[in-house]
Structure formats: C-alpha cells, structure tokens
T-cell receptor
Framework: AQSVAQPEDQVNVAEGNPLTVKCTYS??????LFWYVQYPNRGLQFLLKYITGDNLVKGSYGFEAEFNKSQTSFHLKKPSALVSDSALYFCAVRDRDNYGQNFVFGPGTRLSVLP | GAGVSQSPRYKVAKRGQDVALRCDPI?????LFWYQQALGQGPEFLTYFQNEAQLDKSGLPSDRFFAERPEGSVSTLKIQRTQQEDSAVYLC??????????????FGPGTRLTVT
C-alpha cells in the first residue's frame, strides 16, 4: 500500500526567507510524486511533479522539489517566500508500477508567510 | 480555457436525504476522479473513470455511494440516505490521458456537503 507523510501541520516563515515543506512517502514500486497547493475556497492547483529523470524538479511560482530515493522524500522548496505563498500544501504519490489510478495524498501542511 | 467545474458548490441535506453532485471535467480529458476531503485532511480517493468505464471504485466508503459517467464526459456522484459522517468536501479532478500516463490531475473547486 502507498502512503504519504507530511510531518509538519504548520510551517511559518518570514517573507524573503527560504521555505521547505517536507514530504516522505512509501510505495511498493517506483513513485510518481506531486505537489499541489490549495487556497481557501479553491480547488487544488498542481505545482510540480516527479516522474523520472532529474531529481530536482522545478514547478510553478518559483517552487522546486528534490526527489531523494534513499530517504524516500520529496521536499518542496522555494528560495524566497512571498506572503501570497500562504496556503495549504499537499504532497501526493502514485505507485508507477501499480496500474491502478489511486493517488494518495498527505494530510497537508499549512504554510504561513509572515510579512 | 475552462477548468473543471462542480455543482452545486454548497449543499445542505437532512440526514436520510439523497444527494447528487455533478462534475464537468475539462473537455477532452479521458480520466475523471472523485475524492472526499474531510475538514483538515488531505483528499481521499473514491473512484476513477477512464472515459465511461469505472475502472476503480475501491475508495467508495459504502454501497450508499454511487458514481457514473455515462457518456464519458460529465460525471455524477450520488449519495443515498446521507449520514452525518458524509459531511465533507467532494472534489472532482480530470486528467488528459488514461492509464499509466495520467500524470497531473486538474481539480474542480469542490462541493461542500453538510448533512444535518
């Protein structure tokens, strides 16, 4: 079975500072990994994905994430946080070798960027 | 272009009532997913369609939940005899391709169901 952990319920960071939102995963096969962001009263928006290839993935709005197979992690990062980045962030995994379509989402991390 | 739309955005139902939630995916998207998101939680998979075929319904919590996509575009999630534990946001997502190539999903704004 696949699972995703986001160990921090809440991350606070000052505007202009770098931010990291952590994600670790568990799958029996090889993973497809995703980050989504959710703003209040809005649906989830796709940020970036890791499918194969380069372990450092760049996505929307200046976000990036690094796939680390040995640590089974896919942490989301941004060099300089903006107040507008404040939102709920979800990591998700799909087992590449399982042809089912079940995406598993983590519980979410609330990011607050303080001015 | 138009994204995924869902209606109604908010639904209040008395316990025991039946409800129907609609999803209009992005035109041409092959795959359609339904998720349930409880307050403060991540979305949990309910069911998946590839065109009109329901290929995975392993996440449906009980036989009171039923989903269909008869023409391979619009989908309806029906909940019969609603219970208070059904209160949640129901998210619909679509993806351009099917099978192992369905990478990112595009989500609708959700329907917030409150059962009183």
């Amino acid at each position: 079975a696949q699972s995703v952990a986001q160990p921090e319920d809440q991350v606070n960071v000052a505007e202009g500072n770098p931010l990291t939102v952590k994600c670790t995963y568990s799958v029996s096969g090889n993973p497809y990994l995703f980050w989504y962001v959710q703003y209040p009263n809005r649906g989830l928006q796709f940020l970036l994905k890791y499918i194969t290839g380069d372990n450092l993935v760049k996505g929307s709005y200046g976000f990036e994430a690094e796939f680390n197979k040995s640590q089974t992690s896919f942490h989301l990062k941004k060099p300089s946080a903006l107040v507008s980045d404040s939102a709920l962030y979800f990591c998700a995994v799909r087992d590449r070798d399982n042809y089912g379509q079940n995406f598993v989402f983590g519980p979410g991390t609330r990011l607050s960027v303080l001015p | 272009g138009a994204g995924v739309s869902q209606s109604p955005r908010y639904k209040v139902a008395k316990r025991g009532q039946d409800v129907a939630l609609r999803c209009d995916p992005i035109s041409g998207h092959v795959s359609l997913f339904w998720y349930q998101q409880a307050l403060g939680q991540g979305p949990e998979f309910l069911t998946y369609f590839q065109n009109e075929a329901q290929l995975d319904k392993s996440g449906l919590p009980s036989d009171r939940f039923f989903a269909e996509r008869p023409e391979g575009s619009v989908s309806t999630l029906k909940i019969q005899r609603t219970q208070q534990e059904d209160s949640a946001v129901y998210l619909c997502a679509s993806s351009l391709t099917g099978g192992v190539l369905s990478y990112e999903q595009y989500f609708g704004p959700g329907t917030r169901l409150t059962v009183t």
